[in-house]
């Protein structure tokens, strides 16, 4: 399991990202940090997204509760797409009849 994992301070340390922004986004929900003893791990499935909010965070100067709200909007968007998607082809269906 522990190969899935990479500690926050090898994270912070090879990216150049502050440890409390990584436990912030933690705390918000944003990515999963697991705690094993003294030591904070994040999973590998996190780092994509991880990445991505760093980049809105130092490149783009957007705080973590912006972050938040893109996260949330950006979850809304393909909650939306995926319906739009649904009745595309439930129309397709009844078009063809």
Request: charged letters at 35%; hydrophobic letters at 35%; proline letters at 2%.
């Amino acid at each position: 399991m522990e190969s899935d994992l990479v500690t926050l301070e090898e994270y912070s340390i090879h990216y150049k990202v502050e440890s409390f922004f990584v436990e912030e986004l933690g705390e918000l929900g944003l990515i999963r940090i697991i705690q094993k003893e003294e030591k904070k791990y994040i999973p590998f499935e996190s780092l994509p997204e991880l990445e991505s909010y760093s980049r809105m965070f130092y490149e783009l100067d957007i705080n973590t509760a912006g972050i938040d709200a893109i996260h949330n909007l950006l979850n809304r968007i393909r909650t939306l797409q995926e319906e739009m998607t649904e009745l595309r082809n439930r129309l397709r269906f009844y078009e063809i009849e």
